[in-house]
């Protein structure tokens, strides 16, 4: 098992910029892939960057120039920066886990984007 806990989430304002963290525990693999993932009301979930354990980098077009994924392995952490939000950011974000095997989700954290 692998528990997720995301903080950082909050509301701000257009143009504003918002840090989230995940804090991971538990039987983790080695090799791991931690990402972040938003779903908006009425949309389906989608992802917004990923880090393997080795630091490789992956970031969806969405927030893409916007956001800047990285991990502390010390820690067993994953922070999301982003900044210049928009309202269309508005969504829960939430932080997943994969080893390619299994994977877990946190429980998710509100961004709220105002205009």
């Known amino acids: 098992q692998v528990q997720l806990v995301e903080s950082g989430g909050g509301l701000v304002q257009a143009g504003g910029s918002l840090r989230l963290s995940c804090a991971a525990s538990g039987s983790m693999f080695d090799y791991n892939v931690l990402g972040w993932y938003r779903q908006a009301p009425g949309k389906q979930r989608e992802l917004v960057a990923d880090i393997t354990s080795g630091g490789i980098r992956n970031y969806a077009d969405s927030m893409k120039g916007r956001v800047t994924i990285s991990r502390d392995n010390a820690k067993n952490t994953v922070y999301l920066q982003m900044s210049s939000l928009k309202p269309d950011d508005t969504a829960v974000y939430y932080c997943?886990?994969?080893?390619?095997?299994?994977?877990?989700w946190g429980q998710g954290t509100q961004v709220t984007v105002s205009s």
């Open positions: 997943h886990y994969t080893d390619y095997d299994l994977d877990y």
